[in-house]
């Protein structure tokens, strides 16, 4: 039986957790204790676990004093489930958190413009991934990780940042894998077949796409009977005329190796459409099952009408579109430029993006697949190269590597706009810039994510000379 104690919950830990500091007999540092679902200003009772890196993990057991900003969750694995950390609070105080968190990693220098809330803060995610997952037992879970106990899974039986239609499968295909034999992959051992389900729903057009991402290791493939049942598990969901793509996603991985992704195509379209109304007027987009698209449609249109209100008034010549996915932004920022050239490293997502270019008729964008750094590289050695004078750059969590980074400086844009998923890898990244001449004009954060602690930054930096 683990101890329980009764916390006041202090301050929240960078995951959007509850945290206490507690103080112990010298010599012995405070301890911290991190409590999922918990705000500050909450007094409750907790379950302690165990010690992971310095912080202890407790488990809420019940709210004793609540928060003002504590609100009824939406969801019945709002105590449980590691996607939303936030559905007990306010939307209006996870609004002011999330500005918060921006002031305070870019320090005072630079003004930080109000956030751009959510238009629902429910039902807005345009994609979703549940993992298969089976204990010792052969307890089966097909859902999302639990809080605080990653990588344990639990049953997601309803998901409220997506459509109805996303647990109805989810429940289905739950049903079809009792009874397919298969198991779910176990990675350190490399053996069993089921990884993870993706579905994905354009927002604008309603397409539908579903992805069983299984494991490459031939010992484990699954059978075309054992496909044909998940396919019509995932079809009984739907109305029988209502057509859903559907892709088996094989995961090659070697010790050593970087990961190889094959993909079959199991039935209906292969691919879906979603549209962006943006400035200037409305654009398509192909989107395969492994290309990056903004998970939240409505907010994504409200992201880069801020972005092209910018690029619109630099009146740019040319415009680079630094880790440009699905060439999105790019293809929208070419009304407002002579020439737009787009880099980025997967080579589905530039597949669509050559697509993409040729279904809105757009003449004055190029796209160059690799790595960002290395493409820049051989961009720059080119005797025909065009200096940009605006640069996008839309890096994954991680920010720009040290040779994007510096070839960034070389290409020496006159402005560049950076858009991060992480404000935190943006701010280092900045630093860098401004110390190599540029400077920060403006911070523009916008919520994609609400009940989350995920924040989009939009930050417009200036070459000084
Ligand atoms: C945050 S997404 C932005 C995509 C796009 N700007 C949009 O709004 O849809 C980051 C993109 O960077 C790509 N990427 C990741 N690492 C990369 C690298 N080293 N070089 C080029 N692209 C990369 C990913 O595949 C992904 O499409």
């Known amino acids: 039986m683990e101890p329980t104690l009764e916390l006041q919950i202090e301050k929240f830990s960078l995951k959007g957790y509850g945290l206490v500091r507690l103080q112990r007999i010298a010599p012995l540092p405070p301890l911290e204790v991190e409590v999922a679902h918990t705000l500050p200003g909450d007094r409750v009772q907790v379950e302690m676990r165990k010690k992971v890196r310095g912080t202890r993990k407790g488990r809420l057991l019940e709210v004793l004093e609540a928060s003002p900003a504590r609100v009824e969750p939406a ?29 305070k990693t870019f320090g005072p220098a630079v003004a930080v413009s109000p956030i751009v809330p959510a238009e629902s803060i429910f039902r807005y995610r345009n994609k979703m991934e549940f993992s298969f997952s089976e204990n010792r037992g052969g307890m ?75 494991s490459g290791n031939p010992t484990f493939a699954p059978s075309r009977e054992q496909l044909d049942g998940f396919v019509a598990a995932v079809r009984s969901v739907l109305p029988p005329e209502e057509p859903i793509s559907l892709f088996l996603r094989i995961h ?64 740019p010549s040319v415009v680079y579109d630094l880790y440009c996915g699905t060439g999105t932004l790019g293809m929208a920022a070419s009304r407002f430029a002579r ?90 990244n900045i630093r860098e810039l401004t110390q190599a001449g540029y400077q920060l004009l403006s911070l523009q954060p916008l919520d994609q994510f609400p009940h989350t602690y995920h924040i989009e930054n939009i930050a417009l930096l200036a070459r000084k000379r």
């Not at 019945?76 to 939307?91: D, E, I, N, P, T």
């Not at 295909?173 to 993870?196: F, H, I, M, N």
């Open 75 to 103: 969801c019945k694995h709002a105590r449980v489930c590691g996607g939303c950390c936030w559905q007990q609070m306010s939307y209006e105080a996870q609004l002011r958190e999330k500005e918060e968190r921006v002031r």
């Open 140 to 214: 089966r879970y097909l859902g999302l990780m639990i809080a605080q106990a990653e990588p344990y899974v639990f049953n997601v039986e309803e998901c409220h940042l997506c459509s109805t239609w996303f647990s109805d499968v989810l429940n289905r295909v739950r049903t079809w894998w009792e009874g397919s034999g298969l198991k779910a992959y176990d990675p350190p051992r490399d053996e069993g077949t089921l990884r993870y389900l993706t579905l994905r729903e354009a927002f604008r057009t309603g397409q539908k796409m579903a992805v069983l991402n299984v």
């Open 252 to 315: 090659q991985t070697k010790k050593g190796r970087p990961t190889h992704f094959y993909e079959m195509h199991l039935g209906g379209p292969d691919h879906i459409v979603e549209e962006l109304h943006l400035q200037g007027g409305k654009l398509s987009f192909k989107i395969s099952p492994s290309s990056f698209f903004q998970p939240n449609t409505a907010q994504a249109e409200k992201l880069y009408n801020l972005a092209l209100e910018t690029i619109r008034s630099l009146q």
């Open 339 to 428: 020439q737009v050239v787009g880099i980025e490293i997967s080579p589905e997502a530039l597949l669509d993006a050559e697509q993409n270019l040729k279904g809105n008729g757009l003449q004055n964008c190029t796209f160059h697949q690799g790595d960002v750094g290395q493409v820049l590289t051989r961009l720059l050695a080119q005797p025909s190269f065009q200096r940009p004078d605006v640069v996008i750059v839309d890096p994954p969590r991680a920010g720009l590597d040290p040779l994007a980074l510096r070839h960034l400086q070389t290409l020496s844009p006159k402005a560049i706009l950076y858009i991060s998923c992480n404000p935190l890898t943006q701010a280092e």
